[in-house]
């Protein structure tokens, strides 16, 4: 009778896709969620890590020629007032606001430091919400995926013991397929949330440095335009 049970259980189909299509509705529903999840957090990791590498050749392009010593003012005009990389749109903000805040007779209108540096904040938050975007999808995924797919699990079990009450038999053939069905989707949870958490740690790391270059340079440029404005 043993060797009969694992004849039987040898001859079932334990393949991932032969677990798909037998799985309730309910399974496949849950396993169709996480496979999307996964996918859509991998296109994010390869556009995050794309765009941070855009960002830091952009930044020490434009570090050389703001260090350059030609003037600021040349710069700005090569430049022109929307450039395309982040450092220069924040310099440009400074530089489009420092001009603003001239009078026709020469003269600064009053508050022109504040302004200055608000414009550059400004200009900060919002090359921040480009390299973050994303990113709360990667938490979001690293977070609820291994639940998701628990919750897939349980219910593939559950289905199991009915199945098993239903037939009134116990053997291998009956209860293995059921079990390994319950089992893939906490194996395709962890498959989906693995790599979000570690690739959410790594680009929340990386984003955080990026920005911190940018407000290091947002307050030097605010530093020699404060002292324009003293002189």
Do not use: C
């Not at 050749?57 to 395309?84: H, I, K, M, Q």
Request: proline share 3%; hydrophobic share 50%.
């Amino acid at each position: 009778m043993e060797t009969q049970t694992l004849a039987a259980a040898q001859e079932i189909d334990f393949s991932v896709l032969a677990l798909f299509m037998k799985a309730t509705l309910t399974n496949k529903l849950v396993l169709v969620s996480l496979l999307a999840m996964s996918f859509w957090s991998w296109s994010i990791i390869v556009q995050r890590i794309l765009t941070f590498r855009r960002a830091r050749a952009e930044a020490a392009v434009f570090d050389r020629a703001f260090w350059s010593g030609d003037p600021l003012d040349e710069l700005f005009e090569r430049l022109g007032p929307t450039p395309e990389g982040a450092s220069e749109r924040i310099f440009a903000a400074g530089m489009t606001e420092w001009r603003r805040s001239h009078r026709q007779d020469g003269g600064l209108i009053a508050g022109a430091q504040a302004r200055i540096d608000r414009a550059m904040d400004v200009a900060i938050a919002r090359e921040a919400e480009v390299l973050t975007k994303g990113l709360s999808f990667l938490a979001t995924t690293g977070s609820t995926a291994p639940f998701i797919g628990l919750f897939g699990t349980v219910w593939g079990i559950k289905h199991s013991f009915e199945q098993i009450a239903i037939s009134q038999n116990t053997n291998l053939a009956v209860v293995a397929p059921g079990i390994a069905e319950a089992l893939l989707a906490t194996a395709v949870g962890l498959v989906a949330a693995i790599p979000a958490v570690i690739a959410y740690n790594k680009l929340n790391a990386d984003s955080e440095r990026i920005l911190g270059g940018y407000e290091s340079f947002a307050d030097e440029f605010s530093t020699i335009l404060s002292r324009q404005l003293d002189a």
